[in-house]
């Protein structure tokens, strides 16, 4: 066999190896971005699936304690547009870590929430908070005077 032919397969190998190594690693830890209205509507397919859902904190469902683990809180994470969310319309979420400083105890957070759909609770990795409202744009568009 010629040094070329053989230098040709192995990188072929090589480049197989390596696409195969990226495959897998993407399929392990990719999880499906939704938003709150999105999630709801597939909320049975997407159980004991990684999902990643942003929305708002409801107000009036923060509980908190520390525990020997961490801080654990229990909220109702519902949709952007709704401050009183109705029943049915929130994911119960649970989470045991360090909790982000801009969470609002008093609800109202818009926060996106990384984990796993069991048993109707949103098992939480991980709870990050996204900036405020006060930074989007103003409504007159660019250029124009804000209030």
């Not at 400083?101 to 818009?110: A, C, L, N, P, R």
Request: net charge neutral; hydrophobic share 40%; with cysteine.
């Amino acid at each position: 066999m010629k040094k070329t032919t053989r230098f040709l397969i192995a990188a072929l190998v090589l480049v197989g190896a390596v696409a195969y190594l990226m495959y897998t690693g993407v399929q392990q830890t990719a999880v499906y971005y939704l938003t709150i209205e999105e999630f709801l509507s597939k909320r049975e397919a997407l159980a004991d699936e990684g999902v990643r859902v942003a929305g708002r904190v409801a107000p009036g469902s923060v509980s908190r304690r520390i525990t020997d683990r961490g801080e654990e809180l229990k909220f109702q994470l519902g949709d952007f547009k709704n401050d009183q969310a109705a029943p049915g319309q929130t994911i119960p979420v649970y989470f045991v870590g360090i909790v982000p400083d801009m969470f609002k105890t008093e609800g109202g957070s818009d926060v996106i929430v990384e984990g796993t759909f069991r048993g109707g609770t949103l098992q939480a990795q991980s709870v990050l908070t996204s900036c405020p409202s006060k930074y989007e744009a103003d409504a007159g568009g660019p250029g124009r005077a804000g209030s």
